[in-house]
């Protein structure tokens, strides 16, 4: 059954300093913000002005004193500079000044784990934190999974909020407001946690990927957009796109985020689209379930041959991780990642 809604305008408002945020277009882009480790002058990305490559960029701050920019807009490290896995610093902020105007970026050292494992909302379940809490988060990273799935709604006044069903501790989480959410008690007294404070939270480290799930709204298709517009100010907000993946069941919110960014790294969840029409509208992966990977085993062939990422959601067998794995999935999103990690070693 249908839960009817009735909201008033204001709850549609965001927040005024996301309206701020979002007022202000971006005028140049940086296709990659983590910096390889151990090699001397390492490329890290290109910067784009108007979806083609910056030709008059000039770096106006750069607080490590490590990074160049060239005549083709490629910001690498300098000749001389590399970056060292051991060295407790890894995170780098710089500004970049164009004729439309100026950006800054932070840019991360890449120690970001590589065994596949994706921590579906955390680790929890063998853990004392709550699922979708920064508790399992904290887990999933001392486990050193290569990503951490969270899921987002907006609250009822437009802050985006951690849960994975559309209600939490009696309350429907698009109905009501970030200051009665945040009353709802998780294990470890902690409470409903916003996006901002996972953003916050994530960026303290820089082994786990936040993998960012955006939850269809179930009010409307535009509420949906709108989230996908306010969590990107965020991360506009933060400069934390080198620590984010996305992840929805929406197709049109997949391809709001790569509107807003065309370099974000984006997978759909639902399981109707090939690899071909992922790529054709610029979706870097799909993250399907394992029911329909196991229909039609040839869409791994499928997704190599059209450069589509591989996901695989909720992978909790041991015998179904090595099938997987062997098959040359890309990610496994599981409840189990202890188990997982043991699979890839």
């Known amino acids: 059954m249908r839960l009817r809604y009735r909201l008033t305008k204001s709850l549609f408002m965001m927040p005024a300093m996301l309206v701020a945020v979002a007022a202000h277009a971006q005028v140049v882009q940086l296709n990659n913000h983590t910096v390889p480790v151990g090699k001397t002058g390492a490329l890290v990305g290109q910067l784009f002005e108007g ?3 910056s030709r008059s960029a000039r770096l106006v701050e750069d607080t490590s ?3 160049t920019i060239s005549k083709k807009g490629e910001i690498r490290l300098k000749k001389k500079a590399s970056l060292v896995k051991e060295d407790p610093a890894f995170k780098y902020a710089i500004t970049v000044s164009t004729p439309a105007g100026q950006e800054g970026f932070i840019l991360v050292k890449d120690n ?4 596949k494992v994706v921590a579906h909302r955390g680790a929890w379940k063998h853990h004392d934190g709550s ?10 990273v001392r486990l050193g999974c290569q ?5 987002v709604w907006l609250s009822s ?9 559309p209600h939490i501790g009696g309350k429907v989480v698009e109905e009501t407001t970030l200051a009665e959410l945040k009353k709802v008690e998780l294990k470890n007294g902690e409470v409903v946690p916003t996006f901002e404070e996972y953003i916050q939270e994530g960026m303290k480290q820089n082994i786990t990927k936040l993998v960012l799930e955006l939850k269809p709204s179930r009010i409307s298709k535009e509420r949906g957009q709108q989230l996908a517009q306010t969590c990107m100010d965020l991360i506009r907000k933060y400069k934390c796109e080198g620590w984010m993946l996305y992840i929805s069941f929406d197709y049109d919110i997949c391809k709001k985020v790569v509107a807003i960014d065309p370099f974000a790294q984006v997978a759909y969840l639902n399981g109707e689209k090939s690899p071909a029409e992922l790529a054709a509208d610029k979706i870097w992966g799909f993250d399907y379930n394992w029911k329909i990977i196991d229909k039609d085993m040839n869409i791994f062939k ?3 041959k059209h450069k589509v990422t591989v996901n695989i959601w909720t992978v909790n067998d041991p015998k179904q991780m090595e099938t997987y794995l062997a098959a040359g999935a890309d990610f496994l999103t599981t409840d189990e990642p202890e188990i997982a990690l043991e699979k890839v070693k």
């Open 112 to 115: 970001f784990s590589r065994n």
């Open 131 to 140: 699922q979708n809490s920064l508790t399992s988060f904290r887990d999933a």
């Open 147 to 151: 990503g951490s799935e969270f899921d």
């Open 157 to 165: 006044d437009g802050v985006p909020v951690l849960s994975h069903d």
């Open 65 to 67: 004193g490590l990074f």
């Open 51 to 53: 979806g083609k490559p």
């Open 302 to 304: 499928e997704a190599r």
